[in-house]
């Protein structure tokens, strides 16, 4: 059984690169500060679909202090001398909805010096396989139209995907079973 609260993996980069995969930590709120600061503003704006300049103390604790049963959150880092540094991240929301099919709601953030080494992909793979184990059927996502490499993960996924465009957002929909 997967404890979500607890993973820690080292993972190549498709450039060679080694990182960790790991559980989100309450005292990882200054390294998400810091990954927020090193952000483009078209990257904040892909994930939270407005801009957005800073991090609230409510944004910290919501990124932070997760349950790892109703909300789990993943971080890749590497390491800059002895500093651990985040380069990304991935959650899950479960959904409390009227749905017959348990269903959570995904994201990501990648720093853009790493777009396009897996890192995404990779987050949704262990995703999942919490969800999975979890009971959760079905993962979901608003993704912008023009995100087209976030849209290429979700494809390449391997799962069975269902979108649609709904008032200017893609909704993604992709079946774990």
């Not at 990124?63 to 985040?86: H, P, R, W, Y």
């Not at 709601?105 to 720093?111: G, H, N, P, S, Y």
């Not at 919490?130 to 059927?137: C, L, N, V």
């Amino acid at each position: 059984m997967i404890d979500a609260a607890r993973i820690e993996k080292a993972e190549t980069l498709k450039n060679g690169m080694t990182v960790k995969v790991r559980s989100i930590r309450t005292d990882d709120k200054k390294r998400v500060v810091e990954a927020f600061q090193n952000l483009e503003a078209e990257s904040i704006y892909t994930r939270f679909f407005h801009a957005k300049k800073a991090l609230t103390d409510a944004d910290l604790k919501a990124a932070t202090e997760v349950d790892f049963q109703n909300v789990v959150a993943l971080v890749v880092t590497t390491a800059e001398g002895t500093k651990e540094v985040i380069i990304g991240g991935g959650r899950y929301v479960v959904m409390l909805d009227s749905s017959s099919l348990p269903s959570a709601e995904v994201a990501f953030l990648v720093e853009e010096d790493f777009h396009g080494q897996g890192i995404a992909g990779r987050l949704l793979k262990h995703l999942a396989g919490i969800a999975r184990e979890k009971g959760i059927k079905r993962l979901v996502a608003e993704v912008l139209p023009g995100n087209k490499a976030m849209l290429t993960v979700f494809a390449r996924s391997g799962f069975p995907m269902k979108k649609h465009l709904e008032v200017g957002v893609m909704q993604i929909s992709l079946l774990l079973e």
